[in-house]
Nanobody, 123 residues
Framework: QVQLVESGGGLVQAGGSLRLSCAASGRTFSSYAMGWFRQAPGKEREFVAAISWSGGGIYYADSVKGRFTISRDVARNTVYLQMNTLNVEDTAVYYC????????????????WGQGTQVTVSS
């Protein structure tokens, strides 16, 4: 069906930046929303950000507002997560998600998940 492949994870020092990418392939919806979740060791998977098909609906978790920016390129079926001013607390596996509606992502009910990419922030 739909495959989501993340890239851009890695090691960065606190205060630095990373840009994650997620490309969707296979049989997608005619229009769909995409977003990001993350899971730190010993923690529940948490919502990070989501963006609607049109780009007019954007949502962020309070913990990343002002630091992270989500965007998408519909022509390439790709969503991005620009992460600035990273903290050690941002260390987690970041997962890309896809759903027919952006609210489904915000509600933690996406139809597809990526396999995740590791982001490690060092002090």
């Amino acid at each position: 069906q739909v495959q989501l492949v993340e890239s851009g994870g890695g090691l960065v020092q606190a205060g630095g930046s990373l840009r994650l990418s997620c490309a969707a392939s296979g049989r997608t919806f005619s229009s769909y929303a995409m977003g990001w979740f993350r899971q730190a060791p010993g923690k529940e998977r948490e919502f990070v950000a989501a963006i609607s098909w049109s780009g007019g609906g954007i949502y962020y978790a309070d913990s990343v507002k002002g630091r992270f920016t989500i965007s998408r390129d519909v022509a390439r079926n790709t969503v991005y997560l620009q992460m600035n001013t990273l903290n050690v607390e941002d260390t987690a596996v970041y997962y890309c998600a896809l759903a027919s509606r952006v609210q489904a992502i915000v509600a933690a009910s996406p139809s597809s998940w990526g396999q995740g990419t590791q982001v490690t922030v060092s002090s």
